[in-house]
């Protein structure tokens, strides 16, 4: 059975760092397209940041230069390390993954959040000003 756990996620000030992790279980990274996504009160999931199996990353534009997405195969974790944090990063966080055929064939642009099957628990991230 395919799990994702996420972890590393709490309060910040703006201007600091949090690095979430995203334990999975049940297969390993090197099948799937993995991303991130969050939640804010009130507003829809959005995608943040996208990471195939070679290591091609995609990120929104409200994150670029600021997020980083990696993932450890050897571990089966994924990770995003977020620095220089705003008040607007607040909302709840979720890993997914998606099947590589799947990824595939959106051809190199991250797949919408429908096309991803597994998801995390999600994790909480507030940062204050």
């Known amino acids: 059975q395919v799990q994702l756990v996420e972890s590393g996620g709490g309060s910040v000030q703006a201007g600091g760092s949090l690095r979430l992790s995203c334990a999975a279980s049940?297969?390993?990274?090197?099948?799937?397209?993995m991303g991130w996504f969050r939640q804010a009160p009130g507003k829809e999931r959005e995608g943040v940041a996208a990471?195939?199996?070679?290591?091609?990353?995609n990120y929104a534009d409200s994150v670029k230069g600021r997020f980083t997405i990696s993932k450890d195969n050897a571990e089966n974790t994924l990770y995003l390390q977020m620095n220089s944090l705003k008040p607007e990063d607040t909302a709840m966080y979720y890993c997914?993954?998606?099947?590589?055929?799947?990824?595939?064939?959106?051809?190199?642009?991250?797949?919408?959040?429908?096309?991803?099957?597994?998801w995390g628990q999600g994790i909480l991230v507030t940062v204050s000003s």
């Open positions: 997914a993954a998606v099947s590589l055929s799947t990824c595939v064939s959106y051809g190199g642009s991250p797949p919408p959040s429908s096309q991803f099957k597994y």
């Open positions: 049940g297969y390993t990274y090197s099948s799937f397209c």
């Open positions: 990471i195939d199996p070679d290591g091609n990353t």
